[in-house]
């Protein structure tokens, strides 16, 4: 399946249409998740029918300040072991949620959940906390069988999670140092399939996909809009993190950072058939950020991407071999570990600054310390191919920057047919530093003065 155009690919959020499961005319039935055209190597591991007219409907809530969470918490635990979880009332978290405790059930969303926004300090102090770049989340999932669904073909403000950032992201604008949670958390899920849902104006990154395995995410639709010109800050739309085996296909993200990032850890991983509008590409990273750990990202299959709009698209990031400063609650470098094994595959640029990124100094302005400090994360067996469309005017006639650290960081980097063009009509340039360029179908520069990547992720 070829993306051609954004109108092409709306149509396919209605890949999966709504049948009906029988005596529940509102319920509809679990889609067939399967992965194509790639997979992450090995069959997903089964997922039987659930108790035949076993089914527990979310109570709602009808105070104004009222929070669900117990209710939906009462819910997955009677139709645990399976059951089927119905969400077709509109919903309001008010606190944190455990849920990893998840065996052989169905969550169907037909109606809304969202997240109370009326004290953004509590979720700073309640939400659940990760080390990895200071990250928190509302709530995570987590266990064994899981299918989580919507459908695509009801309205707007259906089938919908939505994380009311736009209380956030106005209070950042005051207080930098404010921890904004996350939208959705799989952590420790094993085999696991969510699909058909929209998914709106996450505090901070949409998902995190966090020491799990066997997971397809399918059919989804991820839009962050702000309100009287707010900066979104994050909205990554999807995150890897030691995880394995994990397919993330057939779906749009309208964002303002990766549309999906692989973060340490990452292996087995397939990214097809997507369209990113305003992002900061299909990232690998950013890796190295932490002393005394290895980040391993190995074997991903990314292949037919449409990028629209973003500040880079098929993407590298590597922190130098040193930690520095870097932001608010944030430091960065002197971590080991390789990335090993990627493709890029058919990737369609539309107006996006760079096409392709590879830095190892990420994080970093200084360009002296990242000479003196190389990364000591190497990058290896990584192939870029048939990517065509255009860039912007930004760096016009520079389309790309390829940087290694020093010589030895980086072996076997191939870039194969590339016909990205550049407003002006002139030849494309590609700056390419500590590559072997025979290997780079490219044409290739000296390092440039451009302004280095050190934005954050």
Aim: proline fraction near 4%.
């Amino acid at each position: 399946m070829r993306l051609d155009s954004i109108g092409s690919f709306i149509a396919i959020l209605a890949f999966v249409s709504s049948s009906f499961a029988k005596g529940h005319s509102t319920i509809p039935s679990r889609p067939n998740v399967v992965p194509g055209p790639y997979d992450a190597g090995r069959a997903m591991p089964p997922s039987p029918p659930r108790d035949e007219g076993r089914y527990c409907y979310v109570k709602q809530g009808y105070q104004d300040d009222r929070d669900d969470a117990l209710h939906i918490k009462q819910a997955l635990e009677e139709c645990n072991n399976g059951g089927t979880i119905v969400f077709d009332k509109s919903y309001v978290i008010g606190s944190p949620l455990d849920l990893t405790f998840l065996k052989h059930v169905d969550l169907v969303i037909t109606g809304a959940i969202a997240f109370d926004d009326s004290d953004v300090y509590y979720w700073q102090n309640n939400s659940f906390k990760y080390a990895f770049q200071n990250q928190t989340v509302f709530w995570k999932l987590g266990g064994e069988d899981v299918n989580i669904y919507g459908d695509l073909n009801l309205e707007e403000g259906k089938s919908v999670i939505d994380g009311r950032g736009q209380a956030y992201w106005e209070a950042l604008r005051n207080d930098s140092a404010l921890y904004r949670p996350m939208l959705l958390a799989l952590d420790g899920m094993k085999g696991a399939t969510m699909s058909n849902l929209r998914m709106r104006n996450p505090p901070n990154w949409f998902n995190i996909i966090a020491n799990s395995s066997d997971i397809i995410v399918s059919n989804m639709d991820l839009r962050a809009e702000s309100l009287n010109g707010v900066k979104i800050a994050n909205s990554d739309g999807w995150d890897t993190y030691r995880s394995d085996r994990v397919v993330i296909q057939d779906s749009f993200i309208n964002n303002t950072d990766d549309c999906v990032s692989f973060k340490p850890n990452s292996t087995n991983i397939v990214v097809q058939n997507l369209e990113c509008i305003g992002s900061h590409g299909i990232s690998i990273g950013s890796l190295g950020q932490y002393e005394n750990e290895t980040d391993i990202v190995e074997n991903l299959q990314i292949y037919n991407i449409s990028m629209t709009n973003a500040s880079d698209f098929a993407r590298i990031k590597v922190w130098p071999g040193v930690q520095t400063d870097f932001e608010t609650h944030l430091k960065g470098g002197g971590g080991s570990g390789y990335v090993r094994n990627v493709t890029y595959d058919l990737l369609y640029s539309n107006n996006n600054d760079r096409a392709i990124t590879i830095t190892q100094c990420y994080g970093q302005s200084n360009e002296t310390l990242c000479n003196e400090f190389p990364a000591n994360l190497t990058i290896e067996d990584v192939t870029m191919k048939n990517i065509y469309g255009t860039t912007s005017a930004d760096l016009d006639p520079q389309a790309g920057t390829l940087v290694c650290s020093a010589p030895d960081r980086c072996s076997n980097i191939r870039v194969e047919n590339v016909t990205v063009t550049v407003p002006s009509g002139q030849t494309p340039v590609y700056e390419c530093v500590n590559m072997d360029d025979s290997l780079l179908q490219l044409n290739c520069i000296d390092e440039s003065d451009e302004e280095r990547d050190t934005s954050q992720g």
